[in-house]
């Protein structure tokens, strides 16, 4: 069984850069591909990226190209997010996700496993 | 504006139906992709409900179900329980710039 653990809220300073990470256990990170998704206060669901294992590489939704970061260190099989120029409307909850058995299914764009999210807030 | 759209809000009583829609366009479901649905509990990360239009994972109960017909999607809930009060989101893949996972602007089910 996949669970994804995510680290603990973050508080930061406009222009500075937050690093989220997301621990997998029960299964290794090579084994699965990676989304982010973050949540508002008060809105919806929003996709950041995530990797794309036909392609093998990371896809960045266009808002986020070159502020957000996704690497993975498979030695300790946790996947971060990284975003940089932070700003009071990068105020969010922040999710790791995974299509881990939709994947088998050829699914790779919807996600079947969550984190429990990580508040990241942005204030001066 | 979300690619896919959902009503804000929908409602009903205990043990009645309802239904969720979430209209898309050619550049998703229009397209041949497939509808996902999610549950947001409050205070909780969201939950698959539905994968591939109408398919239940494991655990999720039989009242929930789910269609997909041309460029629009609906889930439907019947049997209404009051734990079923909760956002609900659709999501498809989808081709255009703000792609490929779009979601809806999630509907909020109150339980009467």
């Known amino acids: 069984q996949v669970q994804l653990v995510q680290s603990g809220a973050e508080v930061k300073k406009p222009g500075a850069s937050v690093k989220v990470s997301c621990k997998v256990s029960?299964?290794?990170?090579?084994?699965?591909?990676m989304h982010w998704v973050r949540q508002a206060p008060g809105k919806g669901l929003e996709w950041m990226g995530g990797?794309?294992?036909?392609?093998?590489?990371?896809i960045y939704a266009q808002k986020f190209q070159g502020r957000a970061t996704m690497t993975e260190d498979t030695s300790t099989d946790t996947a971060y997010m990284e975003l940089s120029s932070l700003r009071s409307e990068d105020t969010a909850v922040y999710y790791c996700?995974?299509?881990?058995?939709?994947?088998?299914?050829?699914?790779?764009?919807?996600?079947?496993?969550w984190g429990q999210g990580t508040t990241v807030t942005v204030s001066s | 504006q979300s690619v896919l759209t959902q009503p804000p809000s929908v409602s009903g009583a205990p043990g009645q139906r309802v239904t969720i829609s979430c209209t898309g366009s050619?550049?998703?479901?229009?397209?041949?992709?497939?509808v996902h649905w999610y549950q947001q509990l409050p205070g909780t990360a969201p939950r698959l409900l539905i994968y591939?239009?109408?398919n239940r994972p494991s655990g999720v109960p039989d009242r929930f179900s789910g269609s997909k017909s041309g460029t629009s999607a609906s889930l439907a809930i019947t049997g209404l329980q009051a734990e079923d009060e909760a956002d609900y989101y659709c999501?498809?893949?989808?081709?255009?710039?703000?792609?490929?996972?779009?979601f809806g602007g999630g509907t909020k089910l109150t339980v009467l």
């Open positions: 029960g299964y290794t990170l090579t084994e699965l591909s």
């Open positions: 591939a239009n109408s």
């Open positions: 990797f794309d294992p036909e392609d093998g590489e990371t």
């Open positions: 050619s550049s998703n479901m229009g397209a041949g992709d497939d």
């Open positions: 999501q498809s893949y989808d081709s255009s710039l703000s792609g490929p996972v779009a």
């Open positions: 996700a995974t299509p881990h058995q939709l994947e088998l299914l050829g699914i790779n764009y919807a996600m079947d496993v």
